[in-house]
């Protein structure tokens, strides 16, 4: 069966105002708003592969160094992702312990496994389970609005502590790092354009438009 496309139709999109324009060439600025309009975004892959390499990078760190730590009259703690879940699930904080392990450890990784594979598939024009594949990226964009929760939770930690005066915390290097895999990762995923999905080989083939004459109009 033939994949009927909005480029094999003559069709563009603009990626700022998502007006729709028929008889109009890659390039060419919308007739709304100005942007130049591209079939799909320019340089996709490459940054998003720019961005997923450095994200890779610092979630080394980010596991390894010390995000909080903990002082009090018995001393103080330095305490890694890894390590500060251990601390709170001890001290009988199951709930932050679990969010901290969910948030910081298990949704960082799921991000990054998953837009590799999105990446490692669109470059190849792979046509495996695509639906799956576009449903995934949705669900990266919705896990997304909440990345930077741990971070709020350690924030708010560090006030309650001290305000309770039982011991003093402050955040370590280590989520600074941590900082920096999240917004990587934000940004890898809004650089990687999901209609790179359904290019695959075939598709491609067949989706060059035959030529038309050169009549931007709106399509409503």
Request: glycine share 8%; hydrophobic share 50%; charged share 15%.
């Amino acid at each position: 069966m033939t994949i009927q496309t909005a480029a094999g139709l003559g069709l563009l999109s603009c990626h700022h105002c998502g007006t729709v324009w028929r008889d109009t060439g890659e390039g060419e600025p919308c007739g709304r708003c100005g942007t130049h309009l591209h079939r799909r975004k320019p340089q996709s892959i490459q940054r998003t592969w720019a961005y997923l390499i450095a994200a890779c990078i610092m979630y080394v760190p980010a596991n390894l160094l010390p995000v909080m730590i903990t002082k009090s009259l018995l001393g103080s703690q330095y305490d890694t992702i890894l390590s500060g879940v251990i601390y709170f699930w001890v001290s009988g904080a199951y709930g932050l312990a679990a969010i901290i392990f969910i948030a910081s450890f298990l949704v960082p990784l799921f991000k990054l496994t998953s837009l590799i594979l999105l990446a490692v598939l669109a470059q190849r024009h792979s046509d495996w389970r695509q639906p799956e594949r576009a449903k995934l990226y949705q669900a990266l964009e919705i896990i997304g609005r909440w990345s930077m929760l741990d971070v709020f939770v350690v924030s708010l930690l560090v006030g309650l502590v001290r305000i309770q005066g039982f011991a003093e915390i402050t955040a370590g290097v280590g989520i600074a790092a941590f900082g920096a895999v999240v917004v990587l990762t934000m940004l890898a995923s809004l650089s990687f354009d999901a209609r790179l999905t359904w290019d695959t080989k075939d598709v491609m083939e067949d989706e060059e438009p035959e030529p038309r004459m050169a009549s931007k109009e709106q399509v409503v």
